[in-house]
């Protein structure tokens, strides 16, 4: 079975528009680490965000957020007011084994197009 | 800036030919990841380090080795490459104080013929 599954492979956006990243992912382990990453058409993957499993509060970095619903297994990311620069691939992944693990495992990803 | 150098964005082998990938990053980073990324498949983890002459499997590490005998350098072996190798292949490095935020290299993107 799938740990991490987005079931978009592509979406449009409109330009200053909001946009929600769908992400479920599926694990027993009680502490564990949910992350997006981006990574634009130059290769690298930048870090976005992260929600740990025990963290109340949804994560919030600028004009993302990660919309954590724990009893859903989701870790959806909501990108603010889009700009062209956020058109990319978009990965969650997610960390097992609480804090001592080493290992992420990701998504196939979802490629974001921005439209002017 | 932090920096994970990847050594060659492209790279073109033939069939049995051994491989080496390098990565170097300059954060002082106690740990290093080699993940390989493939079209629908997303990232699958081959080989991490969480120090010097440290290394664990990940999920996929058949056909592949690594060394690291340098704290900032860790290095991709693919012994005989072929053909199912080729692949979008990706550094990683963290800190163990922020263990969550991983460093990537821009990738090197081998073909092997």
């Known amino acids: 079975a799938q740990k991490i599954t987005q079931t978009q492979p592509g979406m449009f956006v409109q330009e200053k528009e909001a946009v929600t990243l769908d992400c479920t992912y599926d694990?027993?382990?009680?502490?564990?680490?949910l992350f997006w990453y981006k990574q634009p058409s130059s290769g690298e993957m930048i870090f976005l965000i992260y929600?740990?499993?025990?963290?109340?509060q949804n994560a919030t970095e600028g004009r993302y957020s990660l919309n954590f619903q724990k009893a859903r297994k989701s870790a959806n990311l909501v990108i603010s007011a889009s700009q062209l620069g956020d058109s990319a691939m978009y990965f969650c992944?997610?960390?097992?084994?609480?804090?001592?693990?080493?290992?992420?495992?990701f998504g196939s990803g979802t490629r974001l197009l921005v439209r002017p | 800036d932090v920096k994970v150098t990847q050594s060659s964005r492209y790279l073109v082998k033939r069939t049995g030919e051994k491989v080496f990938l390098e990565c170097v990053q300059d954060?002082?980073?106690?740990?290093m990841f080699w993940y390989r990324q493939d079209p629908g498949l997303g990232l699958r983890l081959i080989y991490f380090?969480?120090?010097?002459?440290?290394?664990e499997k990940g999920d996929i590490p058949e056909g592949y080795s690594v060394s690291r005998e340098k704290k900032e350098r860790f290095s991709l072996i693919l012994e005989s490459a072929s053909t199912n190798q080729t692949s979008m292949y990706l550094c990683?490095?963290?800190?163990?104080?922020?263990?969550?935020?991983?460093?990537f290299g821009s990738g090197t993107q081998l073909s092997v013929l």
């Open positions: 990683a490095s963290s800190a163990d104080r922020e263990r969550e935020k991983l460093f």
């Open positions: 694990t027993s382990d009680q502490s564990y680490g």
């Open positions: 929600q740990g499993s025990y963290d109340e």
């Open positions: 992944a997610m960390r097992e084994g609480g804090d001592s693990s080493y290992k992420l495992i």
């Open positions: 954060m002082d980073h106690e740990n």
């Open positions: 380090s969480y120090d010097v002459k440290m290394k």
